[in-house]
């Protein structure tokens, strides 16, 4: 069962939405992680300072905000070999659809992009069949 927190998954989402905004706003970028992430990943692109500084950001604000006393609850229910295949199927799909979740997710949607709200209507689809499919067809 995952904790219901409101006020923490506000203030994230709160904090993503202005990362993308600033991203946009500054940079004329779309923040999606996986684009954001090869661009760091040699060859490195003409742009790797911004997109290393944003990746250090998304691993440090955690852990900040642990140092400044709030709690982050984490549990990953599932094994080791189940997460390797979601994200490698995750990486294939992220080269079909022309970019990530978050990329689609977060920005294509609030540019009202008809491609990122098709790309995330079956993202969400796939994510409800696949946990219909394992909790109650598998029983996992």
Known sequence: MTDFTPFQSLL???????????LMAL???IAG????????IPPLSPEWRWRAAFLAGAVAAPL????V?????????????ALVVG???VGIGVHFGGGCP???GICGIARLSPRSIVAVATFMIAAFATVF??????GG
């Open 102 to 104: 978050s990329g689609h």
């Open 64 to 67: 900040l905000y642990q140092i």
């Open 87 to 89: 994200g490698f199927l």
């Open 27 to 29: 940079h004329g970028r």
């Open 69 to 81: 006393g709030g709690h982050i609850a984490f549990s990953v229910p599932v094994p080791t070999l």
């Open 33 to 40: 992680m996986t684009g954001i992430l090869t661009g760091v």
């Open 12 to 22: 994230g989402g709160a904090l993503i939405g202005l990362s993308a905004v600033l």
């Open 133 to 138: 499919i394992i909790r109650h067809a598998i």
